[in-house]
């Protein structure tokens, strides 16, 4: 999943925003979905705005089940 840091004040650990278009069964006009997820950053390279490529991974807390696996776009 490729997503927006959004938070990166935890050591070691960046929040990420998906973003997704899912279509509406009724209506057929797309509807933006968001989801948040705490990822896994060991080098803490991560910036606030920067666009990152996120995987699953084993559990490493309650929250973090993903691991940040490179960075896509820096932030401006």
Known sequence: MIGT???????K????????????????KYVRKRARFAAHDEENASRV??????TQSRTMSKTKKRRVKKKKKKAV
Do not use: A, P, Q, W
């Open 5 to 11: 840091v959004v938070s990166d004040k935890m050591n």
């Open 49 to 54: 705005g920067d666009k990152v490529l996120i």
């Open 13 to 28: 650990t960046v929040i990420v925003l998906v973003e997704r278009l899912v279509k509406h069964r009724l209506y057929k």
